[in-house]
């Protein structure tokens, strides 16, 4: 079981409370040490900040896209909305907190099923607004740009927290961690990058992934993955995690 275990969550600051909590309800211990940092991108792009509504469809593949949009936007607020496509269960209620229907939610949060989801609903030239972060995945792009004319807005940027790697270093070569929980690929990519030239073992933590995508960068970096849920989200990877340490006792 997961009660007296020491959970690190790697997720930024802001995001890392409903984790935390999650951790708490079973009893688990969580450590809160945000390897990434996200900001409001700099720049933005003036013509989509006036024109954003006039799209067909806009697609938000996260919360923090959902939030910095609405940065960008201010009150710029249309009568009329595009159709709206969403990952997740997440960033649709990040969206209708914010009085904003949303049309489309594919059965698996990624980007390819809601590529395949989106693909059939688009009529021929369509215009598709990505709102996305700076380290987001070209899948949509990809799958969507020879139907539809795609265009991406970056409205935030994911930078690696560099002031965090002492103290992950030290949590690891004292043991004092027995779980790791990655909710994207930027927390894998910076946790790798934070060990890189250092010695630490890693044989006695268990790694958690919120989804595939996330798993998959992690094991590309050579790093294991003991619990990956079938439901990609917060719940389900405690949930799973849980029961991998069940098991193991």
Known sequence: MLRGKRVLVTREKAQAKALSQTLERYGAIPVELPLIRIVRAEQTNQELLHKWHTFD????????????FFEH?????????PKVAVVGEKTAKALQKRNVVVDLIPNEFVAESLAEALKPLLSAHARVLLVKGNLARDTLRE??????????????ETTYNEEAKPQ??????QRMIDAITFTSSSTVHSFAQAIAGENVDLSFVTIACIGPITKQTALQLGLPVHVCPHTYTIDEMVEQLHQYFTRSE
């Open 57 to 68: 469809w806009i697609v938000f593949t996260s919360q923090n896209g959902v939030k910095y």
């Open 73 to 81: 936007i201010g009150e710029m607020k249309p009568s009329t909305w």
């Open 143 to 156: 799958q969507l740009s020879n139907i539809a004319n795609v265009t991406d807005w970056i409205v935030y």
């Open 168 to 173: 992950l270093i030290h949590f690891l070569q």
